[in-house]
């Protein structure tokens, strides 16, 4: 059989499906456009059977067609359904099936569809394993390089004082927000954010689990210790303090610090402690940020990953954790207080100058004055790291 004539009976079925569509015009009104076309097409390709008489053909056609829409239906959705791992999820649909004999294939398909919700394509599920393996390797393999680009490109939240896991470090940043309330604006807020964060944090160390590693046990009693400490603080400050504003202030954090009956008694007539409602008791946005850093930090940790613990004014950079020596070091913007732009201008100092050798002289003119107090305070708990541009 010649090419020429493989196309025209190509086109004989084509020209046969459309006269089936518009029959009905066809019948009513002779001479529509519809009719004229099929005519022009007939005498084109020298179609010599009649084509407005229906044929055994086109039911054979439509059959055809009919049993290749539900096979890739059937296709479709098995592909779909291979991910699934829910047992209770494929029982219901089995069910589904076997109440739905009398429906469609189609009418079957959606059926089950609306048991399902969403559809997790199996492509999708094929890339996301592979980038899941992708990830853990280096993560195994390469645990700086890593635990360096989550820090950097996946943690919005950082603070300095509470990434070291120091407890002395943990105690003086709460000390220094005590010291502030109703002073400072929001140190309230943040002193309670920091609470919360640090329950939560203790409260999912090891739980239950009968092999307890010993490290994160040793922290998890350390920051219980802490937020004791601070609880007694803040107690102190309210019996001492007549200031009614203050004492509403203070007792924000109280309901969060698991309060014994003894010590409710002590602040009873001073302080009436708030009662939370769910909402207010989850964590917000940025404390669940604060709470994955920690856990990220915690985590590193625990596989002697250490920080280079502090801040080098000729290595650190803006927002980059940087592997340097075989150890990560911490960026600018860890720093409470210290955001993006002032960052930049310390980098600008830098490459101005070449190397910074006394910070105290020489930043007085890029920083404020609130800024090297903080610097100060972290130079005590040796938290800046003094060394030339290369190490």
């Not at 070291?164 to 309670?192: C, H, M, Q, V």
């Not at 490290?215 to 309210?238: D, G, N, P, R």
């Amino acid at each position: 059989m010649s090419l020429e004539l493989k196309n025209q009976q190509k086109v004989n079925y084509l020209l046969k499906v459309i006269q089936k569509t518009h029959q009905a015009l066809q019948e009513n009104n002779p001479n529509s456009e519809a009719q004229k076309l099929l005519k022009a097409i007939e005498q084109k390709y020298q179609i010599k059977e009649p084509i407005l008489e229906q044929s055994q053909e086109i039911d054979q056609v439509e059959q055809l067609a009919n049993q290749r829409k539900e096979t890739l239906e059937t296709v479709d959705f098995l592909a779909k359904l291979l991910p699934l791992k829910s047992k209770s999820l494929l029982k219901e649909i089995q069910e589904a099936k076997k109440t739905s004999k009398e429906l469609t294939s189609g009418e079957k398909y959606y059926n089950i569809l609306s048991k399902i919700q969403y559809i997790f394509p199996k492509p999708h599920a094929i890339a996301y394993t592979t980038t899941a393996w992708r990830t853990a390797y280096y993560k195994v393999y390469h645990p700086q390089e890593f635990y360096s680009v989550l820090l950097t490109y996946h943690v919005a939240v950082h603070d300095i004082w509470l990434m070291t896991f120091d407890p002395e470090s943990i105690n003086f940043r709460l000390e220094k927000l005590l010291e502030t309330i109703g002073k400072a604006k929001n140190s309230e807020k943040e002193l309670l954010s920091i609470v919360k964060v640090l329950q939560e944090l203790i409260k999912g160390i090891n739980g239950n689990k009968a092999n307890k590693d010993e490290y994160l046990v040793q922290k998890k009693e350390e920051i219980s210790a802490v937020l004791q400490t601070t609880k007694q603080k803040i107690i102190t400050q309210i019996e001492n303090c007549d200031e009614q504003s203050k004492n509403l202030l203070l007792g924000k954090s109280l309901p969060h610090l698991n309060l014994s009956e003894a010590e409710k008694k002590r602040v009873k007539n001073k302080v009436n402690i708030p009662n939370y409602s769910l909402r207010e008791w989850k964590l917000t946005t940025k404390e669940k940020e604060l709470l994955y850093t920690l856990k990220i930090i915690l985590e590193m940790k625990k596989k002697h990953l250490d920080f280079r613990l502090g801040v080098d004014f000729n290595k650190s950079e803006t927002k980059n954790f940087q592997i340097i020596n075989g150890q990560i070091l911490i960026p600018f913007t860890a720093i409470t207080g210290i955001g993006e732009s002032y960052a930049r201008r310390i980098i600008d100092y830098r490459q101005q100058k070449g190397q910074i050798n006394n910070w105290k002289e020489e930043l007085a003119t890029v920083l404020n004055k609130n800024h090297l107090e903080q610097l100060e305070n972290l130079e005590k708990y040796h938290l800046i790291i003094e060394s030339g541009p290369n190490i």
